[in-house]
């Protein structure tokens, strides 16, 4: 049988394109600000409880052999340089060194190269700069519809992904496999907000990361089994069985962005997992 060498350093059969084959691909972390919160008792968790109270804010992308998807928008870029008791927003201080959009070009990819975006969920800190990004083809759960463009839109995401109402979109009601062969996949896991979504995806060398959203925020959510009070009846409870199963079936690895050990442990950009 023929084999080639794929720039990811694996020997497959299956056809090369620009030098990939077609299940490689990159993910890259990026730090898109933190949460400084001294509240975890509103997720159900003692501060004895928890390592630490506050929480980063990533951003993700995915470089695909057919197009790029960026997931998460995080802290609005306005918010660099600015002192945190400036940016205090529903209790949650905001700080951030780095724009995503200079992050972006640091690796060599501008707004234009963006083929997907993708939010988990309307809340500010993933969407603060969805106005950047509505070149791209939005791909939108109909169920978050109306938290980001429609009637019950919260003005803090009014203010930074209004442009969304005028964007390329795509609706999905539920899972939706972005680049049609199982390597990137939207989960639909409500509960959180209506419409919140995670994100797998299959990489050569890593393997299968399931990239959480808001699914969980701390860590010890996951290992204490808690969640925030109202949650218990918005959908969490099934949504987080149904991906515990998921990652398992996978052998994947669950990545909680907020959480400050994922945060910590990661390789960030310009590194990345292959
Ligand atoms: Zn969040």
Redesign the pocket.
Known sequence: MYRFECICGGQVTTPVTEGRCLHCGRLYVIDCGTLVYNRPEDYNLTREEVADSNMP?ACFLVIHPKGILLFDTGLSDRLVGRPLYENVLEGYGQIKFNTLKGQLADIGVGPEDITYLALSHS?F??VGNANDYVGSIWLAQKAELDLLIGAHVDPDTAAVAAGLAHARTRVIDGDHDVFGDATVVLKYTPGHTPGHQSLYVKLAKTGGVLIAG?LY?YSEERTLKRMPAEELVTGTPASRAMIERFLIEKHARLWIG?STSFFREAIKSPGWYE
């Open positions: 804010v809340h800190d993933h808001d925020h907020h």
